[in-house]
């Protein structure tokens, strides 16, 4: 990715993936039904409520592996997932799940075929409507790390474990993207950074 004056890192190396006022190398995905409304409003990323699935797919380049991502988000309507990041692990894709089936589980989706309602890294977490949350998610070869407002949510040993996407649109989402489900989510300050081996 070319990077402009704007994108270059900052002291601590973030790099931003959201100007703030377009898409930018963001882009729709095109999930299958009736798709919520993407657009970028008062510097913040916007997910209406689709029907199942909305989202945006980073087409830019982007590390494979080393890498944080973070971003603040809020659920703005409905009682599901609204800012479910799918992120590159190497030759594979995973998506970290956040208020999926029903609102208050959050995941990693898939460790070993397993969804994150049905694997060691399934916790519950209540999100309030309207709220910022931070979000901070990390990978390295041997491990993915997250983080909801610095407080640890996911620590996961993958070496010799199977990361995948549970099977259906999602994939749609790879290598980098964001998807709500029947629920309207908001996205700004979305940045990434490389970590030094």
Partial sequence: MAMTAAAQPNSA???PLFDGKTLGPWRETPFHGGAGKV????????????EPLTGVTWT????RTDYEIRLEARRVLGGDFFASLTFPVGDSYCTWVLGGWGGDI????????W??????TRTYFTFENGHWYGLRLRVTAQRITAWIDEKQIVNIEIAGRTVGLRPGDIKLSAPLGFAS???????????YRT???
Avoid at 60 to 63: C, E, H, K, S, V
Avoid at 106 to 112: A, K, Q, T, Y
Avoid at 181 to 191: D, F, P, S
């Fill in 106 to 113: 959050v995941g990693l989706s898939s460790i070993d075929g």
């Fill in 39 to 50: 657009r970028v409003a008062d510097g913040v990323l916007v997910l209406g409520a689709g």
């Fill in 181 to 191: 489900y029947n629920t309207a989510g908001e996205l700004r300050k979305i940045e």
């Fill in 13 to 15: 190396g973030w790099r």
């Fill in 115 to 120: 969804d994150a309602s049905d694997n060691e």
């Fill in 195 to 197: 970590i030094a081996k």
């Fill in 60 to 63: 830019g380049d982007f590390p």
